[in-house]
C-alpha cells in the first residue's frame, strides 16, 4: 500500500520542485545587473568623450541615474560614450578610488582622458543635460 500511495503523489512533488526550481531561476535573474551601458573603461581617451556613471549596487542613488541616463544615451551617441564603472568589478573599484566618486556620481572625460567634471547624483535628465553642455563644447 505504501508504495502506491507514494506514487500517486510523485506528480504533485514534481510540480513542487519545479516551481522551486522556476522561483530560485527567476530570482537569481532578477539579481542580475541590469545596466543597458557598457562596463568597459578602456574607451576612455581613446578619442571620445566618456560619461562614466559609478555604480553600486549597495545603494540605490546610481540605479536612478542609471535610469535617466538609458534613454539619454542614443540621444548623445556616438560623440559621447556613456560606461558604467560597477564597484563590483576591481578595475571599477580602482578607478572610482582614483577619481574620488561613489554610487550616482558622473564623471565626464574629454576625448584625450582628461577629467572634465563630476556631478554628484544628480536629480533628473535636464541637471545632467545642462552639466554636459557647459563641459563639453
Not at 562596463?39 to 576612455?44: E, N, R, S
Not at 548623445?76 to 564603472?85: D, E, K, N, Q, S
Amino acid at each position: 500500500m505504501t508504495s502506491i500511495s507514494s506514487t500517486k503523489n510523485l506528480p504533485l512533488r514534481a510540480l513542487v520542485i519545479i516551481g522551486i526550481i522556476i522561483t530560485l531561476l527567476f530570482a537569481a535573474w532578477q539579481l542580475l545587473p541590469r545596466t543597458g551601458l557598457s562596463t568597459d573603461l578602456q574607451p576612455i581617451g581613446q578619442g571620445t568623450p566618456v560619461l562614466v556613471l559609478t555604480r553600486d549596487i549597495h545603494y540605490l542613488g546610481g540605479a536612478d541615474v542609471l535610469d535617466m541616463l538609458k534613454p539619454m544615451q542614443i540621444e548623445y551617441a556616438p560623440g559621447l560614450l556613456m560606461r558604467v564603472a560597477h564597484q563590483g568589478h576591481e578595475t571599477s573599484r580602482q578607478f572610482s578610488e582614483r577619481h574620488g566618486s561613489r554610487d550616482g556620481d558622473l564623471l565626464l572625460f574629454d576625448a584625450e582622458g582628461e577629467l572634465l567634471g563630476s556631478l554628484q547624483v544628480p536629480k533628473n535628465q535636464a541637471m545632467i543635460r545642462q552639466w554636459i553642455a557647459s563641459l563639453l563644447p
